[in-house]
């Protein structure tokens, strides 16, 4: 004999369907939204910290421009194989450069003019001397031959909060260049045994050196 179902009973077994296929949905679901999201996270780039932010620090080609262009005073140092010293403790103004040489020998006056050439101060007189830089390259202590003599080279770079430090290194000398967040600070050049220093302050600043003093 046939058992008939009860109508409550057909209704609890077709609600029990139900929640069966709308929990199945929603498993179904989650998992594709899960498997989505992985992808995107998969595909999409790493971000990149740098660790040293140079966004603070004006541009190394501005840098250069403005040492090349303004006026400033220097400390310029030679430093030989045989334990000499060479100071040059100057200004660069107007395109003029003057200051005091001092080495084994003593201090003189003297005076870099338009025409390139240098000149002894002796009692207000001007006697034109022929080795300044005691028979040293003064190439590497003029600005503009530095700056295009490197343009092309490759360097390494170095920087922290507050200085920039760039590395060069070619065939017959290594430059080292230091710089603040807006100025050149030091340029080092390494030739051999020799060691050419120069160190400049007051960027944009017109200074005469007092020679009286």
């Known amino acids: 004999m046939d058992k008939k179902i009860k109508p409550s009973t057909k209704f609890g077994i077709w609600m029990f369907v139900i929640v069966v296929l709308i929990a199945v949905s929603f498993v179904k679901e989650n998992n594709e939204n899960h498997i989505i999201d992985n992808m995107r996270l998969n595909n999409e780039p790493e971000e990149i ?6 966004n603070d620090f004006k541009n190394y080609e501005v840098m250069q421009s403005n040492l090349r262009e ?3 005073e220097y ?6 194989s045989n334990s000499n010293k060479y100071t040059y403790t100057g200004t660069r103004c107007n395109g003029l450069e003057s200051g005091f040489k001092e080495d084994q020998d003593g201090v003189i006056k003297y005076i870099v003019g338009y025409d390139k050439k240098a000149y002894k101060v002796v009692n207000d007189e001007y006697i034109e001397i022929d080795n300044l830089y005691d028979g040293f390259d003064g190439n590497y202590l003029i600005i503009d031959k530095i700056f295009n003599d490197l343009s092309d080279v490759l360097y390494e770079l170095d920087m922290n909060d507050n200085k920039a430090i760039y590395k060069y290194n070619l065939d017959d000398y290594n430059a080292i260049i230091t710089t603040s967040k807006e100025n050149i600070e030091t340029i080092n050049i390494t030739k051999g045994e020799v060691i050419y220093n120069l160190e400049f302050t007051n960027i944009g600043n017109c200074t005469k050196i007092n020679f009286d003093k």
Do not use: L, S
Request: proline fraction near 0%.
């Open 49 to 54: 910290i740098e660790e040293n932010d140079n």
């Open 70 to 72: 303004n006026n400033y």
């Open 75 to 80: 400390v310029f140092t030679i430093n030989a």
